[in-house]
């Protein structure tokens, strides 16, 4: 993601009434998350 994403997602997030805590598990997830682990699971 790039900063600006990041930037309007947690706008988005604030907005919808969630805490700067979750917000920042969810981007830390979003970032750690590596798609090709879902695939090797299947």
Do not use: A, F, W
Not at 11 to 36: A, C, F, V, W
């Amino acid at each position: 993601m790039t900063g600006k994403e990041i930037v309007n997602l947690i706008r988005q997030l604030r907005s919808n009434g969630m805490s700067d805590t979750k917000i920042l598990d969810l981007i830390e997830y979003i970032e750690t998350h590596d798609p090709k682990e879902q695939q090797n699971n299947k």
